[in-house]
């Protein structure tokens, strides 16, 4: 065998990170050889570090551990079709249900086909709990240590080390190493897990992949879908003309009875529907024995319903004192979360999230109970803001959650909804794409590097008119100069992982030393508004909202709102609580959503080091930093219509505002609204001159002829500075050297030498 022979046999057993620079360094010596010259250092070096990276292959290959695949497990009877679709393609989809074993065998099944040994098999999830979760699970399968020959990395936490094989993350992780690591030199397989649930980071990703796959043909892609993705992902990832193959996965399944128990109306405005899931925790505990998984809105739903259940508990209502309640949600300490999946001879009720709904499977579940509820994020186009309601779930996602008790021998799911209800909902969960601000995904593809937005490989590719709306947006909050480059603005904002206008106003009210009263009112923006106004009881509303009323500003009216509402929250009970939202005309679940949001900004900023000042005596500061988000939001009053917007849009205010009877010359509004006219919501009171700080990069200026001002002996023009087309400064003399020196030095030479008009 030849030495180039040699080289070549053994450049198939190195290191992914090293082949690239030994195949570059093989081709130099090839055309030294070809050309009749020897270069024995080159030579030299190549065969040292050809040497290297092979003795550390072997010794990866000697101490690989040995899979322990389980034979349960519903994946395992695809064994074979997966092993054999593994080899011969590069990439592959595979789909199936919830509970088929496919997260923690699938990387097993690779190790068995000998990956994992020139790179890491990197598996990526789109919750930190379930990334964590799954690298113990697969860790204690193999019977390896968790953080070495298994680890994982999420946000602030790397648990891996030289001798891991199996690397579990959140899709963010993998994302932030292609931005270092073009190629992702050190895998050699990547499992995309839950790739339906289609997030931005997880479209983000399979553009990324689907362009990166070309130059590593040696890397292996599994995709792994619910079935309702599978077709689209196959076509997207074909290679040569040839779709992926699709090895579908069916799950352990048992029949599932679905019972309908949407709450009843009660006299309050927002429907109970805890006293309703706390009924039906009863009546599944009468039917029989088994664990009962929960599924909630948000984190404090989970904690106010463990608080009651714990109490009908302790009265006996669930016919077990020793019943358990165990919350479930991303930002649990693992401590807890763990509890969640080790059973114990007592029924077990688990409070969970979304997370619980296909990243993670809760063993010993017989009983589902579904609100039918999740926060999602969501564009609006009134707000021009990212907010985060809590909707109804989709018909797919509900779907899922009936699954996840069938597992273990027939199960029964509870909806806390209408049959009617169910079916009048969306079938499949819209993707994040089409429901986000395209601004702030243009920020983090611009922040990243991931090219043009308009040519990247979406899945999805969001519309041209989308995309240039995105870019105005940015443009306006200062995060792109001209050539839509990051500005220092644009760098800071990439960094907050909320909307780019909450955003921008977060670090404005840094800034201003404002930024508790700014995280309350933006918290207040991205839900909708708590002031109930009954078709029946407007007046009486209005009288009782009007205790809470800042007469210059709506958004000052928020501040009032919230001070009233935790010092109730502090001297009543949750029930007292209730009806006394219900006497003022406040919804008691937006209260709460709202100071869920509130809370999980505070908790955003101080992981970023900002301090949450107060400021509450300076009105000025708190709109400075509000306007700085909404800029195209300003509007004048005019003499034709009540208000003149950007653009010169017509604008009226809303009925509802306390600013609607005064009318001051300058406002802006938090959202703007569409009926038979366009209305803005949310008013403030603003002095135009914060305009010309605020907005310096917008203004346009236009100068009239020169003039020569003989008292200072100097030449002058007249400023005009317009914002959106309105005039914010309709003259103002300036020094025509500063914009004209030529004509400036005519001016001086003709009427300050010639004419000696100098006093």
Known sequence: MTAIAEYERLLTQVLCRDQYALYQLLNRI?????????????????????????????????????????????????????????????????????????????PQICLELGRGISGLIGHTQPRRIAARTIAARIADELKVRQGKEVGFKIRFTDSTSP????????????????????FLSQYDTLIIDEAHERSLNIDFLLGLLKKRLPNR??????????????ERFSEFFSLNGEAAPIVQVSGRSYPVDVWYRPPEESEEDDVDWMKTVCNSVQEVCQHGPGDILIFLPTERDIRELATQLRGRAMAGDYQNRKTEILPLYARLSTGEQNRVFQTGPHRRVVLATNVAESSLTVPGIRYVIDTGLARLSRYSARSKIQRLPIEPISQASANQRKGRCGRIGPGICVRIYSETDFNSRDE????????????????????????????????????????RTGYKTLHELGALDDRERLTNIGKQLAKLPVDCRIGRMILAADAENCLHEVLIIASAMEIQDPRERPVDKQEVADQAHARRVDENSDFLSYLKLWDAYHQWKEELSRNQLRKKCHREF????????WTEIFRQLSDLVRELGLKRQKRRDDAGAIHRALLTGLLSNIAMKSDKHEYVGAGGHPLYLWPGSSLFKKKPKWIMAGELVETNRRYGRTIARIDPNWLERLAEHLIKRNYGPAYWDAENGTSMTDEKSTLFGLTIIPRRPVRLGRINPEEARHQFIVHGLVEGEMD
């Open 217 to 230: 043909p040696d890397l292996k892609l599994i995709i792994t879908s619910a079935t309702i993705d599978a």
């Open 586 to 593: 406040i919804s008691y679940n937006r209260m709460r959503e």
């Open 163 to 182: 001798e891991t094989y199996i690397k579990l993350m959140t899709d963010g992780i993998l994302l932030a190493e292609l931005q270092t690591d073009r």
């Open 428 to 467: 499949f969960t819209t993707p994040e794409i089409q429901r986000s601000n395209l601004a702030s995904v243009i920020l983090q593809a611009t922040a990243n590097r991931y090219g043009n937005l308009e040519t990247f490989p979406f899945l999805d590719p969001p519309r041209p008119t989308m995309i």
């Open 30 to 106: 090839r055309k030294n050889i070809n050309a009749d010259k020897a270069d024995e250092r080159l030579v030299s070096n190549f065969e040292q570090r050809l040497e290297s990276s092979h003795q550390q292959w072997q010794a990866r290959f000697s101490q690989k551990p040995q899979p322990a695949l389980d034979a349960d497990l519903p994946i395992l009877s695809h064994r074979e079709e997966l092993q054999a679709a593994i080899q011969s393609h590069q990439a592959i989809i595979v789909a199936g249900e919830t509970g088929s074993g496919k997260s923690t065998q699938l």
